[in-house]
């Protein structure tokens, strides 16, 4: 008990054990005195505590780095990142330690990144290719050693035709494409995928061309270079922020180039009392805030129930919610990774770690907490857009989101006069995503609002 008291470092049960030290000291014949300051050294120890050879090489080995992470940020950092570019969870806190420093880390590129992770100068970090999930180090090597002998890639027919297929596969191209790697060609990641079959087919064709000796002057080359025929593009409209940022933490471990809740920051400023990074103490006061879980775990109660620890991230910061028994059996389902959810809470100290923590009392996903909180659905519409037939598609696009909570309220304008209709109570409907997006692509982006 004493051990575990030392080792976890709780004053109060130090204190307990105090007492319990004298008594066991007394009782074998050890002088009171000499028993207390032995206790004294021992709760000295417990502050944290190594043998002096073990102390003197951590402290020579931490003196090191940290006057390297001071005055070699960068480099520093890259070194670091590299040498655990394997364990996908360590590079995403590594990374966050480089957004702390105030670091800039640059996504991977085909044209300009190595194996590992690089220093470009005092405040920029190279995304090492190693790191990206599924792309083995053979392909890498075969990449990169094409590009210093020949160049830059100029594009993704010419990057297909240049590397061995045989070490670069279709999984490989894919893993880079999604990534963002091949961003550099200025192209979407949606029609760099769309087009990949055609360049592999022309780079097939270029490759058995070439064994067999056959020189094409006027073919495959020429229309590629018109950018015509077999060297066209398919070109696609970037995916929706949430499928290109979900492929990234897919192939990286880690959202690089946005945050999936970047997108509802306007929305969620509506109810949410503030960003995790701004919260402060409440007692007996319900806060509201959001984030995307990043760490769950469970564990069992005294009681033997359920509960769980979550930790959110809203790209400003980190706290961990305890979600106690009751809570965890009424929002089990949608406690999963990289779910974003709405919480209601307490905010206090954590005793522990020196921050904050939060008791969740209730938890909603996005959609439900737009249907909590919102007081209607505001749609904008003009006499123009209503005499072409925007009657009978809104009521197409109203209708399998029906019987919900949310009012749907036409703002109307017509002859130089403004009027808001709400629409009758049959007509009240789910405000999901999905909804949302219909109604933009129906009436325009700038036409549809949640009004809270």
């Given amino acids: 008990l004493l051990r575990r008291a030392m080792g976890k470092k709780k004053p109060e049960e130090m204190a307990k054990q105090r007492a319990v030290f004298a008594e ?5 014949g050890i002088d009171p005195d000499l028993a207390m300051k032995i206790f004294d050294l021992v709760e000295k120890f417990a502050g944290y505590g190594f043998n002096k050879s073990h102390s003197a090489a951590y402290a020579l080995v931490s003196y090191q780095t940290a006057w390297l992470k001071a005055h070699y940020p960068a480099p520093f950092m890259a070194a670091v990142l590299s040498a655990d570019m394997d364990n996908t969870d360590k590079v995403v806190t590594l990374i966050d330690e480089c957004r702390d420093m105030k670091l800039a880390v640059v996504p991977p590129n085909v044209n300009a990144c190595e194996y590992p992770f690089t220093a470009k100068d005092a405040k920029t970090i190279v995304y090492g290719l190693g790191a990206i999930k599924g792309v083995g180090q053979a392909a890498i090597d075969a990449i990169i050693e094409e590009r210093q002998s020949n160049g830059d890639y100029a594009d993704l027919f010419d990057f297909c035709q240049r590397v061995d297929l045989k070490k670069v596969n279709r999984r490989t191209l894919e893993g880079l494409m999604m990534s963002g790697a091949m961003d550099v060609f200025g192209e979407t990641r949606a029609s760099l995928v769309a087009t990949l079959p055609a360049a592999l087919k022309i780079a097939e ?54 945050h999936p809740i970047n997108e509802y920051l306007p929305e969620l400023s509506n109810f949410t009392s503030s960003r995790i990074a701004e919260l402060k103490p409440t007692r007996n006061q319900t806060v509201i805030v959001a984030g995307l879980i990043i760490a769950i775990r469970t564990m069992n109660t005294r009681r033997g129930d359920r509960m769980a620890f979550i930790t959110i991230d809203d ?55 737009r249907e909590h909180f919102a007081k209607g659905l505001l749609v904008r519409v003009d006499h123009q857009k209503a005499a072409n037939g925007f009657v009978r598609d809104l009521q197409k696009a109203l209708q399998p ?26 007509w009240t409907v789910h405000p999901t995503d ?13 036409q549809i609002d949640v009004i809270y």
Avoid at 24 to 28: E, L, P, T, V
Avoid at 439 to 446: F, H, K, S, T, Y
């Fill in 24 to 28: 066991g000291a007394k009782n074998n």
């Fill in 434 to 446: 999905e909804l949302l997006h219909r109604l933009r692509d129906l009436a325009g982006p700038e």
């Fill in 401 to 426: 989101y029906r019987e919900g909570f949310c009012r749907v309220v036409i703002d109307y304008e017509a002859n130089g006069a403004r009027a808001r209709l709400p629409l009758g109570e049959d």
């Fill in 205 to 258: 064709q270029h490759s058995r061309d070439a064994e067999a000796g056959i020189q094409d002057l006027f073919g495959i080359a020429q229309a590629a270079e018109q950018n015509k025929g077999p060297g066209t593009y398919h070109r696609l409209p970037e995916w929706k922020d949430a499928l290109r940022l979900h492929n990234e933490k897919q192939t990286l471990g880690l959202y690089l180039t946005g």
């Fill in 315 to 369: 790209r400003s910061g980190r706290i961990e919610l305890a979600v106690f028994s009751e809570g965890y059996q009424r929002h089990r389902d949608m406690l999963s990774k990289d779910r974003l959810i709405v919480v209601e809470g307490e905010v206090s100290v954590d005793d522990y770690s020196g921050g904050y923590k939060m008791s969740a009392k209730n938890i909603y996903d996005i959609e439900q907490a």
